[in-house]
């Protein structure tokens, strides 16, 4: 899987529609201090879904959308897109594409939130989806940036695992048995509930 490109507008410093793209090879992005850099990859974070306004350099989610500047006033949304190619055969069939796809998240300063698929609704879920087998995501370790390396160095065993988990592929195995087992959980709870009613009618 290969980043293509990444379209930005209205998050954080970048206010107008902005297109970077990806060529082949090794991409460097520079700039004067305070010019966007980290923005740009709080963007990629953002848009596979990172949910904590603090992995984004914020005190709240609102933090990510345009605050405005002298001459230009707050935007009321931000949106992030970002085009990947290669992608898995199964995935370009479930998404009826060819190898490209895009994804992107929309939010909202009166808190509404939307992510989609080449355009299409979907839920976070299965953005996460498709990049679990890819070492690729939010919290990815394929995302390094100023003081990263530092915190892999100072992981806990326990965050030195879920790096592990993720390189390894297993992520998606440990997802979905959270999701079966809280399924469990809640059909035990059912069958309980179920044995009460019959209790108090017989
Ligand atoms: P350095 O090289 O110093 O790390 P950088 O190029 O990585 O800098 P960033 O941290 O990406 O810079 O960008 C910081 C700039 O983004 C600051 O000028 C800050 O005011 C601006 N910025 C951050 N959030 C917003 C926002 N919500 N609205 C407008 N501007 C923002």
Redo the contacts with the bound molecule.
């Keep these: 899987m290969k980043f293509r490109k990444l379209i930005l507008q209205g ?3 970048f ?1 107008d529609k902005t297109v970077i793209e990806f060529p082949d090879g090794i991409t460097c992005i520079v ?12 963007a990629i974070r953002w848009v596979f879904g990172e949910q904590s306004p603090k992995e984004l ?2 005190d709240s989610m ?8 002298e001459n230009r006033k ?1 935007s009321g949304y931000c949106e992030v897109t970002l085009v990947v190619s290669d992608v898995a055969e199964h995935i370009a069939e479930k998404w009826g594409t060819l190898s490209e796809i895009s994804i992107t998240r929309k939010y909202y300063r009166t808190g509404e939130r939307e992510y989609l698929i080449n355009g299409k609704k979907c839920r976070l879920k299965d953005i996460r989806e498709l990049f679990y087998d890819t070492g690729i995501g939010a919290r990815s370790i394929s995302i390094i940036e ?1 003081g990263k390396v530092e915190k892999i160095i100072q992981a806990s065993p326990e965050e030195m695992r879920l790096f592990f988990d993720e390189i390894a592929g297993i992520t998606k195995f440990k997802e979905r048995k959270k999701e079966a087992l809280s399924k469990l959980s809640s059909t035990k709870e059912n069958l309980q509930r179920l044995a009460d009613i019959i209790g108090e009618v017989e």
């Design positions: 998050f954080k410093s206010v700039g004067p201090n305070g010019s966007g850099k980290s923005n740009i990859l709080d350099r914020g609102d933090d990510v959308i345009f605050a405005g500047s707050p100023q």
